[in-house]
């Protein structure tokens, strides 16, 4: 692949580690790749961080054709920089692409980007503690006409940003409000592909929750709200009765490289971890009857974040007596200590840059 370089002529100040929240701070550089139909993706290039400009007709500010990917850079103690599973986070914008009638890039062309990119920004990924640098990969439709089509203009582009320590005065159990008005995604819609727009209609049920002191909703499916689907921007994760159990792929559940690696970890330890149809009401008898051990979120930003609290219609349920249990525990420790190196990585998750 053929990228060309800009380098920013006025490279910022590193910030203070203990100043990165999330998504405030970019780095000096970003990359930059145009899609025409019939000429496929060109013009490759990593040039200063900065705004960009659109015609107000643009495809995505009308009919929200946009997708993106989250993941991270890890410092290592030894000073490298690693990435974990990147090549899922790629296949999976694919996926996204496939759905939203996006233009795929090629699995090697956009390891290819990714690595270069990482690697010209490397000064960027902090070393404090459960700090990292977040990866941005998105994709959007730029036709410059309002008709209604799959589109023949794209642009892909990576934007960087340094991020603090999810979890700044040790990892604090959630509470989570279980959803039954506003659904997130019904299969045959969008909710297994990475877009904005499954964003932009859960904010409604997430507003609600916080008001009432929630910090995410549990979405239920969309055709009976029986049936759990996930939370907010995490995967869901039980243990009932001893079986750790996870809502299995519908269709409308994103698929999180997070879950998939909570899922093949505790395999390869033995656990029997079951994909299957959780109701809310199997849930609720669970809750009632003391059997919900553990309930936890699974996603790239916080890794693993353990719930303390379910609110179902109005009902409230202590899970595990407020406190994080033994397999989210286990779960996040022996994922950070993969993903920041300080652990062997046997499954070969890890990629250096
Ligand atoms: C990104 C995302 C997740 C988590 O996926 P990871 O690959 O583990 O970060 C879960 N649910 C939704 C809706 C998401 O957008």
Redesign the pocket.
């Known amino acids: 692949m053929d990228i060309t370089i800009t380098r920013n002529p006025s490279p910022a100040e590193k910030p203070d580690p203990s100043t990165l929240g999330f998504g405030k701070i970019f780095t000096d550089h970003m990359f930059v790749m145009n899609y025409t139909a019939g000429q496929g993706w060109h013009d490759a290039r990593i040039v200063p961080f900065g705004t960009i400009s659109l015609h107000p007709a643009s495809t995505v500010l009308h009919y929200g054709s946009e997708i993106f990917e989250?993941l991270k850079a890890y410092r290592r103690a030894d000073g490298k920089v690693q990435l974990f599973r990147p090549i899922?986070?790629i296949r999976?914008m694919n996926r996204s692409a496939e759905r939203m009638c996006l233009p795929q890039i090629p699995e090697s062309d956009a390891m290819e980007i990714l690595t270069a990119f990482i690697r010209l920004e490397q000064d960027w990924v902090p070393s404090a503690p459960g700090t990292s640098l977040y990866i941005r990969p998105f994709m959007f439709g730029n036709d410059e006409t309002l008709g209604v089509h799959s589109v023949k203009n794209a642009v892909f582009m990576i934007i960087t940003s340094p991020v603090g320590s999810y979890y700044k005065e040790g990892i604090n159990p959630v509470k989570i409000m279980i959803e039954s008005t506003d659904v997130r995604a019904v299969r045959g819609g969008t909710g297994e592909a990475?877009c904005g727009g499954?964003y932009a209609a859960s904010n409604r049920a997430g507003e609600k929750a916080e008001e009432k002191g929630y910090s995410q909703v549990l979405w239920l499916d969309g055709v009976e709200r029986r049936y759990i689907e996930?939370v907010?921007?995490?995967?869901v994760m039980f243990k009932i009765s001893g079986e750790i159990v996870t809502p299995r792929l519908s269709g409308s559940i994103?698929p999180?490289?997070?879950?998939k690696s909570c899922i093949e970890l505790l395999r390869s330890e033995g656990y029997t971890v079951s994909e299957r149809l959780i109701s809310v009401d199997e849930l609720e008898q669970a809750m009632e009857t003391g059997t919900l051990e553990e309930a936890w979120g699974?996603?790239?930003?916080a890794v693993v974040s353990p719930i303390g609290e379910l609110c179902y219609n109005d009902r409230k349920f202590t899970v595990n007596g407020g406190r994080i249990g033994k397999v989210t525990q286990h779960l996040y420790d022996t994922l950070t200590g993969i993903q920041w190196g300080t652990l062997a990585d046997s499954f070969g998750w890890t990629q250096e840059i």
């Open positions: 989250g899922e986070n999976r990475k499954n996930e907010g921007a995490m995967n994103l999180g490289i997070t879950r699974c996603g790239t930003a």
